[in-house]
């Protein structure tokens, strides 16, 4: 049985899906710029998700949202719109930067090795499903229309602020001037009528304009899961108001719980602090990669901490990744041709109890000390099979570890035989042999080994 923390109910729950398959949503990202390595933190938690429901047999329908509209910068329908800010800064229409954007999300994606769901869904895409949505919101007496659009009216929702954000809360946070054409200044738009110089917009019922960013999910969920989501994730930002909104629109909308598991993985942070733009401390892939480090180096770092704890990112930690990394990887190859035999319980044993880490709500770093266990038992093909198994989990890439040939091990000992023989020119003359091939030989004082 699988064990999810589930923010709504503040439980580790047992995960039962409501079908055959796992519908999941997973918000997914604004594309305006470069995603950075909090980003992929989220990315890479719905990753171990997936994979972990897959490993227990699983069928998944996973959905998630790109979002090519822009939106308000922050979360309370304030601010600027982030793609057009981006758009004028790099001198390309809105549709150009989401494009852009949305290729380079895939490309950081495919670097991580992440598994991502059965539909992306851009939310241009979706405007009618939206339009109908709302509609059927001012329908049910869920939603009310003003000068500046479409409103939610929140106090129609009693059960608003189940993830632990209440109205009373939110009310104290809003700023008072806002909008008097509001019932309450904690309503959040559905959809704003567009400014003349407006680029993205459509046409709707309450004229030209844009679907305001929560709806977006709601939409997107409804149209490709339906009225039962057996787990929603996004980062813990989303938590106390993107997610309370979206929890309002669709169980009014449904007139029942929509989503079953919610789960939200907590923020990465940059030396002990935020990452911010201003604090330069934003990093995408590409300046790990500067300071030589490899994507898989930062997945083996993600999977270092639980995804509902802060992790800190330092190179020095992502430094220590890679060393282990390496480690680990050498030791999975070395045991691809093992000769000795490890007796089965044994091996049952170690597969139960990465099952049950994984399955005790993603506990990844005890799943990785599983595996580490594992890795100091004799050299085996049984060994090398399960940890390729556990593979399926962790998503690295062996084949780039090359496995030492026998012929390279054959020179290594003949080398090792001339030195004890104290025959130096042989000795290296073999060695030179062994790194023309592209090994390396290191000494110690009781024997050598071969990189
Ligand atoms: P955005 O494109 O801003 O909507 O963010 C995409 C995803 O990244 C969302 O699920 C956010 O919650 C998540 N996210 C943003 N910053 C961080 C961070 N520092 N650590 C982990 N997740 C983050
Ligand atoms: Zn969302």
Redesign the pocket.
């Known amino acids: 049985m699988i064990k999810l923390f589930n923010s709504l109910t503040r439980k580790k729950e047992d995960f039962v899906p409501n079908g055959e398959f796992v519908k999941m949503y997973s ?4 594309v305006y710029s470069y ?2 390595i ?2 992929m ?3 890479l938690f719905m990753d171990n998700i997936r994979r972990v429901l897959k490993y227990n047999g699983y069928k998944l329908d996973g959905v998630m949202n790109i ?1 090519d509209v822009g939106h308000l910068t922050s979360d309370a329908d304030e601010g600027e719109d982030k793609m057009l800010v981006a758009s004028k800064k790099e001198q390309k229409t809105p549709w150009e930067i989401a494009k852009y954007y949305t290729e380079i999300f895939f490309n950081e994606a495919k670097k991580l090795n992440i598994d991502l769901p059965e539909h992306i869904v851009p939310a241009t895409t979706v405007i009618d499903e939206i339009i109908k949505f709302v509609e059927g919101l001012i329908e049910k007496g869920y939603a009310y229309i003003t000068t500046k659009g479409v409103y939610f009216d929140i106090q129609k929702f009693p059960g608003y602020g189940k993830l632990g954000n209440s109205i009373d809360s939110k009310m104290a946070g809003a700023r008072i001037d806002v909008d008097d054409e509001k019932h309450n200044p904690a309503d959040f738009v559905l959809w704003v009528k567009a400014p003349k110089e407006h680029i993205m917009k459509w046409d709707s019922p309450w004229g030209i304009g844009y679907p305001g960013w929560h709806i977006e999910c709601s939409a997107i969920g409804n149209k490709y899961l339906g009225e039962k989501i057996d787990i929603h994730t ?5 938590k106390t108001i993107h997610h309370e909104n979206e929890i309002a629109q669709s169980d009014c909308l449904c007139g029942h719980r929509v989503v079953n598991f919610w789960m939200h ?5 940059v030396n002990g602090g935020k ?1 911010g733009k201003s604090l330069n401390n934003m990093y995408v892939l590409d300046d790990l990669k500067e300071k030589g480090f490899n994507p898989e180096d930062f997945r083996y770092f993600y999977f270092n901490a639980h995804y509902s704890k802060q992790q800190n990112f330092t190179f020095e930690a992502l430094q220590g990744a890679q060393n282990a990394l390496k480690a680990f990887k050498n030791l999975v190859v070395s045991n691809k041709n093992g000769e000795n035999v490890v007796d089965e319980t044994v091996i049952n044993n170690y597969k139960n109890e990465f099952l049950e880490s994984i399955n005790d709500d993603l506990n990844m770093p005890k799943a990785l000390a599983v595996c580490q266990k594992l890795l100091k038992e004799p050299k085996s093909k049984q060994v090398y099979d399960l940890m390729m198994d556990f593979n399926k989990i962790l998503g690295f890439d062996f084949e780039l570890t090359k496995e030492i040939p026998t012929q390279i091990k054959q020179l290594a000992e003949q080398r090792w035989q001339a030195k004890k023989n104290r025959d130096f020119a042989l000795a290296d003359s073999l060695r030179n042999q062994i790194e023309t091939a592209g090994f390396v030989i290191k000494d110690s004082k009781d024997g050598y080994t071969i990189e």
């Open positions: 918000c997914g990202p604004t995603p950075h909090g980003n933190r989220a990315y979002t996004g980062g813990v930002d989303h993985v907590e923020f990465l942070q990452m």
